[in-house]
């Protein structure tokens, strides 16, 4: 993998029902927490993706080739794949709620 700034990645699933707006979790935090914290949320959100693109292979294996890399003040992680031409952001996932959602996201390789 180069080291210069990887091509990042994000996989999700197709919903099969239409949505107008899918709420994020800026949005979550917003209406629950106040812009301040979800501002932070945010500001934490891209410092876990910069420390990804900068070190990808640093973060410890989570399961099978996906690595996690933890946020720094929120309860979340970033899980991703690193391949030789990307990383591909598998999902953010909350640390203590529906832990294994995500598994159906990774690559089959």
Not at 13 to 21: A, H, N, W
Not at 58 to 69: A, S
Not at 76 to 85: D, H, I, N, P, R
Request: a positive charge; charged letters at 30%; aromatic letters at 12%.
């Amino acid at each position: 993998m180069p080291s210069e700034c990887p091509t990042l990645i994000c996989r999700s699933l197709p919903s099969k029902k239409p949505r107008l707006k899918r709420p994020t979790l800026y949005d979550w935090y917003k209406e629950n927490a106040g812009e301040k914290t979800a501002h932070g949320f945010r500001v934490a959100l891209r410092s876990t993706i910069d420390r990804v693109r900068a070190r990808p292979e640093t973060f410890p294996k989570f399961e099978g080739n996906v690595r996690r890399c933890l946020f720094q003040r929120y309860p979340y992680a970033v899980l991703y794949e690193v391949t030789e031409a990307a990383i591909i952001v598998v999902a953010i996932m909350h640390l203590k709620r529906r832990p294994g959602y995500w598994i159906s996201r990774r690559s089959p390789w």
